[in-house]
């Protein structure tokens, strides 16, 4: 995955009072460096939770507006911050469009609901368990069966960089081979959380997409990516044979908008959307602690 210092010749902290802005760059003639705001940062345990369920529901309410969803299937998690070890999920057959910070789950490596209860998805846990706990960095991850990933899927190819926006996942994602059916197998699980490395997405053959995140921001915006680029590669080689961005060039592209800033920021204007439509997301409180 690229890091907040790939992007630093285009990204960087405002200072106090900066505004959003770009400016040329002294070391790099012709360049320019953008100013970007950063993800906020928190006083409690407390305040931490209740942003991050808040994010997460965001996220499945988006999914649903963009038919992201598919029946009972696709599953959304982030770590709870106070208690890494857990993780806040969807409940099994709850609508994406439907979803509020009271229906979610708060579920332990080995299945254990610890608060909530409705029903976990037996894949739910399977996989995701298995992808945060291999991945400590990950602190989102999101899977659901998109029509357009599953379309990919069932080539078994990978994104190739063929736009701007394809380069996000430029050599930062694999193709997890076969289809072995529903995942109820922790020993499938396990393979899906070997196979994804240290990248941000996998595509699942004849299945559907995966991302994580640093940020729920970031693991539902490379999904909404991801799902996009599927779709104009599906939609370019239907047409013909597409060129690819050179690999200097793509590797270049992927510090900037593969970044896990540009991730997180990217989402911004998708939870602008979601909450003017339907501000009872922002209705949530702080909670006290799980203790």
């Not at 210092?5 to 770009?22: L, S, T």
């Not at 991850?141 to 736009?163: D, E, M, R, V």
């Amino acid at each position: 995955m690229a890091t907040e210092n790939d992007a630093v010749k285009f990204f960087k902290q405002p200072e106090a009072g900066d505004k959003i802005r770009f400016k040329k760059d002294e070391k790099n003639p012709g360049k320019f460096i953008f100013t970007m705001p950063q993800p906020p940062t928190f006083d409690s345990f407390q305040q931490e939770r209740a942003h991050r369920k808040q994010r997460l529901v965001a996220a499945f309410r988006i999914f649903a507006k963009l038919g992201l969803d598919e029946g009972v299937g696709g599953h959304l998690t982030c770590r709870d911050p106070q208690y890494p070890e857990l993780f806040w999920v969807n409940p099994f057959g709850k609508s994406f469009g439907c979803m509020t910070t009271k229906d979610l789950l708060l579920v332990d490596h080995e299945g254990a609901v610890l608060k909530g209860s409705s029903p976990l998805n037996a894949a739910a846990f399977v996989i995701h368990s298995k992808i945060h706990k291999a991945r400590p960095d990950a602190i989102a991850a999101c899977h659901s069966h998109s029509i357009y990933g599953k379309a990919l899927s069932s080539l078994a190819q990978p994104l190739l960089p063929i736009t701007q926006d394809a380069c996000m996942f430029y050599q930062d994602h694999e193709v997890f081979p076969g289809f072995n059916g529903v995942v109820a197998d922790e020993m499938e699980g396990e393979r899906m959380a070997q196979a994804l490395g240290n990248k941000k997405a996998l595509i699942l053959q004849n299945h559907g997409l995966l991302t994580v995140g640093n940020s729920i921001d970031e693991a539902a915006f490379w999904f909404i990516a991801m799902e996009k680029a599927c779709q104009v590669q599906l939609l370019a080689q239907s047409a013909g044979t597409p060129t690819c961005i050179s690999h200097e060039v793509a590797v270049d592209s992927h510090k900037t908008v593969g970044s896990a800033l540009s991730g997180w920021f990217n989402f911004q204007p998708y939870f602008q959307m979601i909450t003017k439509e339907q501000p009872d997301i922002l209705q949530a409180s702080e909670e006290e602690d799980l203790e």
